[in-house]
């Protein structure tokens, strides 16, 4: 069992910035890949970015090409997305998952089979 943790989230105005954070404490993200997915009350979960667990490989859905990123520090257990330019439409709650990769899985996938899912953290953007 691997316990997840976000946070970062908050309340920001159209064009602020976040960093979103999901910490891995007493495990190691090593042997995972990495993915961020939003979902408000009543809407479908859509999954948003992830980062490959060997080569460090990155998907953006593209409505947040260009403005989020994404990356994994494996040593401080620790994966984060950073959401600049954000847009009222970014609102959501945003969740952190791992999924463990095959050995010929080279690309993470956001329809791959997450594992282990954080809480959640709120991102709220509006003026």
């Known amino acids: 069992q691997v316990q997840l943790v976000e946070s970062g989230g908050g309340s920001v105005q159209p064009g602020g910035s976040l960093r979103l954070s999901c910490a891995a404490p007493?495990?190691?993200?090593?042997?995972?890949?990495v993915g961020w997915f939003r979902q408000a009350p009543g809407k479908e979960r859509e999954g948003v970015s992830c980062?490959?667990?060997?080569?460090?490989?990155?998907y953006f859905v593209d409505s947040v090409k260009r403005r989020f990123t994404i990356s994994r520090d494996n040593a401080a257990k620790t994966a984060y997305l950073q959401q600049n330019n954000l847009k009222p439409e970014d609102t959501d709650v945003y969740y952190c998952a791992v999924h463990p990769p095959g050995v010929f899985e080279r690309m993470c996938k956001m329809n791959a089979p997450y594992k282990y899912w954080g809480q959640g953290t709120q991102v709220t953007v509006s003026s």
């Open positions: 980062i490959s667990q060997r080569e460090k490989n990155t």
């Open positions: 007493g495990h190691t993200l090593e042997n995972y890949d």
